[in-house]
Every structure is written in structure tokens, then in C-alpha cells.
């Protein structure tokens, strides 16, 4: 069905007469007898009846004009849906997240952009780099944040901001001293980590073999909360994102344990497919992650 002839027979009919159908449309009378005489013989039914004064539609072009409504109706929706995704009143936005930035940094660009974009719905899942870099790969998701090694050729890795990493102890720890901890007696101190795929955990064992010494975790901890509480009771010491232990670090739960020799700095990255172009309401999201990174 040529919808060029649909939509001037919807004219017509909307107008009960040709003239009106033509004036709706800007173009000349005859072009528009002739048209519609086309599509009646294309459709092999008449759609009207030609009276003295105007066109009465006959059963066919009744049912045909029902269905010419619904289809421009929906055209009408769908042109309004684009206007609406270009200017961000709506859209989805599927993201993941490693374990440091979905819980310390995230929670705030997303409440910022909620409040700015409420039409646009946002998912967050929660999980360590090497998965996130996986579910990338396999479509799952638009965008990921990872601190972390890089690790496949196809993804493409934007720093968006820097993090340090700190050796943290309970208050009260024997490691604490007026000194600076030497690489030596930190080599001696049972140190909690996260699981094998994390990327805290991975930058970790890479400066630490840089600097000669043998990483063997006393324990292995699934999420960055319970190696912090964990550490808080005496239990060992951990080396965590600053960004993750600053609540702690006010309220004085936790300390930072200098370590002569020992200074961790990562790049947080963001994480896409390469040659991915992003949607409307993914590139308006990013500035709000850029501004949820605490100043140093």
C-alpha cells in the first residue's frame, strides 16, 4: 500500500471534500483527483462517493479510514518518541559498575541525574571489572565503570578520574606507629582481600610484586563492607579505594597506615565497546559522573 496515496485519501476524507483534502495537503486539486483515483484502482475498491457537494466515504473507505488514523497515529508517536530521546525526557540506560565506583560514586550521579532526567530509566548492576568487561562484550549492558587493568581489545577505556589506594588498620592495630610502615613489616601483616577478578585487587598485587613482595591473602572477602568491618576488629588490614573508607575515616572506625615507598594511584575508567555511538541519554549522564568523584 503506497502511503503517500494513504495519506492523501486520509486528507479527503478528513475533509469531506477534494478541495479540502488539497488545501490540507499544499498541492493542486488535480493532483490530488488524480492520485486518489490511482489508489482506488491500485486497492480495486471504491473509497468514496462522489456527490454534488463533496464525498461521502462508502463502507470500504470507512474501514480504511479507521486503520489510515491508527497507522498516522502511531507515525505521530514514534516522530515524538525521537524528539523526546534527543532531548532526554526519555530513554534507558543500562549500567555496570565495579564494586569501588557503583557503591562510592555512582549513587550520587544517578540521583543527580534522576532529578534532571526523570523520564529516563536507569539500571545499575553491581559487579567486579572482569565482569563488568563481560557482560560489555556480551550487549548486557550500555556502559561500564571500572577501576582495573585493562583487558580486551575491542572495549574502548576513557579515564574519568584518579583514586588512591591506602593502607587502612583498626585504630588501635599494632601496625600503627610514629613511623612510616616499612614495605618489610607490611609483608608480615595478615592483609584481607577481595576475590580474584577485582580490580582493587588487581592493582593492588601489581604494585606490590613491582615492589618485590609476595602477595598471599589471609583472607578473601566477596565485598569491600565486609573487609572494612572486617578490618575494624582487629582482624588484619586491607588496602582499599580512599573512596571507600571515608566515612570511616571521619568517624574514626578506621586509620590510614602510612607505608614508606608505597603510594597506589589508579585510573577510574569508563568502559564501552569501541565504535559504540552513544544514545542522547547516555552522553548526558556522563558529566553527572564526573561530578560525583569526591575532591581529593
Given at each position: 500500500?503506497?502511503?503517500?496515496h494513504?495519506?492523501?485519501?486520509?486528507?479527503?476524507?478528513?475533509?469531506?471534500?477534494?478541495s479540502?483534502g488539497?488545501?490540507?495537503l499544499?498541492?493542486?486539486?488535480?493532483?490530488?483527483?488524480?492520485q486518489?483515483?490511482?489508489?482506488?484502482?491500485?486497492?480495486?475498491?471504491?473509497?468514496?462517493q462522489?456527490?454534488?457537494?463533496?464525498?461521502?466515504?462508502?463502507?470500504?473507505g470507512?474501514?480504511?479510514?479507521?486503520?489510515?488514523?491508527?497507522l498516522?497515529?502511531i507515525?505521530?508517536?514514534?516522530e515524538?518518541?525521537?524528539?523526546d530521546?534527543?532531548?532526554?525526557?526519555?530513554?534507558?540506560?543500562a549500567i555496570?559498575?565495579s564494586?569501588?565506583?557503583?557503591?562510592?560514586?555512582?549513587?550520587?550521579?544517578?540521583?543527580?541525574?534522576?532529578?534532571?532526567?526523570?523520564?529516563?530509566?536507569?539500571?545499575l548492576?553491581?559487579?567486579?571489572?572482569?565482569?563488568i568487561?563481560?557482560?560489555l562484550?556480551?550487549?548486557e549492558?550500555?556502559?561500564?565503570?571500572?577501576?582495573g587493568?585493562?583487558?580486551?581489545?575491542?572495549?574502548?577505556?576513557q579515564?574519568?578520574?584518579?583514586?588512591e589506594?591506602?593502607?587502612?588498620a583498626?585504630p588501635?592495630?599494632?601496625?600503627?606507629?610514629?613511623?612510616a610502615?616499612?614495605?618489610?613489616?607490611?609483608?608480615?601483616?595478615?592483609?584481607?582481600?577481595?576475590?580474584?577478578?577485582s580490580g582493587?585487587?588487581?592493582?593492588?598485587?601489581?604494585?606490590?610484586?613491582?615492589?618485590g613482595?609476595?602477595?598471599?591473602?589471609?583472607?578473601?572477602?566477596?565485598?569491600?563492607?565486609a573487609?572494612?568491618?572486617?578490618v575494624?576488629?582487629?582482624?588484619g588490614?586491607?588496602?582499599?579505594?580512599?573512596?571507600?573508607?571515608?566515612?570511616?575515616l571521619?568517624?574514626r572506625?578506621?586509620v590510614?597506615?602510612?607505608?614508606?615507598?608505597?603510594?597506589i594511584?589508579r585510573?577510574?575508567?569508563?568502559?564501552?565497546?569501541k565504535?559504540?555511538?552513544?544514545?542522547p541519554?547516555?552522553e548526558?549522564?556522563?558529566?553527572?559522573?564526573r561530578?560525583?568523584?569526591?575532591a581529593?
Amino acid at each position: 500500500m503506497n502511503l503517500n496515496h494513504l495519506s492523501i485519501f486520509r486528507a479527503v476524507a478528513a475533509a469531506g471534500s477534494v478541495s479540502g483534502g488539497a488545501r490540507e495537503l499544499h498541492v493542486s486539486q488535480s493532483a490530488v483527483s488524480k492520485q486518489l483515483g490511482e489508489f482506488e484502482r491500485t486497492l480495486g475498491v471504491a473509497l468514496f462517493q462522489r456527490l454534488p457537494r463533496g464525498m461521502r466515504l462508502t463502507e470500504a473507505g470507512r474501514l480504511l479510514f479507521g486503520y489510515a488514523n491508527r497507522l498516522f497515529a502511531i507515525e505521530a508517536e514514534a516522530e515524538q518518541a525521537l524528539r523526546d530521546l534527543r532531548r532526554v525526557a526519555r530513554g534507558r540506560i543500562a549500567i555496570g559498575a565495579s564494586r569501588t565506583i557503583g557503591a562510592y560514586v555512582l549513587p550520587k550521579a544517578l540521583a543527580a541525574y534522576r532529578r534532571e532526567h526523570p523520564g529516563v530509566e536507569l539500571s545499575l548492576q553491581v559487579e567486579n571489572t572482569q565482569a563488568i568487561e563481560d557482560k560489555l562484550l556480551a550487549g548486557e549492558i550500555d556502559i561500564g565503570f571500572a577501576e582495573g587493568i585493562e583487558r580486551s581489545d575491542v572495549l574502548d577505556y576513557q579515564v574519568f578520574a584518579q583514586d588512591e589506594l591506602v593502607l587502612i588498620a583498626a585504630p588501635r592495630h599494632p601496625a600503627i606507629g610514629p613511623k612510616a610502615l616499612t614495605l618489610a613489616a607490611l609483608a608480615k601483616l595478615p592483609l584481607l582481600m577481595h576475590e580474584t577478578g577485582s580490580g582493587t585487587r588487581a592493582v593492588t598485587e601489581r604494585a606490590l610484586t613491582e615492589r618485590g613482595l609476595v602477595v598471599r591473602p589471609a583472607m578473601t572477602l566477596a565485598s569491600t563492607e565486609a573487609i572494612k568491618h572486617t578490618v575494624a576488629t582487629g582482624a588484619g588490614v586491607a588496602i582499599l579505594s580512599a573512596l571507600a573508607v571515608r566515612t570511616e575515616l571521619r568517624a574514626r572506625t578506621l586509620v590510614v597506615v602510612p607505608v614508606k615507598d608505597l603510594r597506589i594511584v589508579r585510573p577510574l575508567y569508563r568502559v564501552q565497546l569501541k565504535n559504540m555511538w552513544p544514545s542522547p541519554s547516555l552522553e548526558a549522564f556522563l558529566p553527572f559522573v564526573r561530578q560525583a568523584v569526591p575532591a581529593s
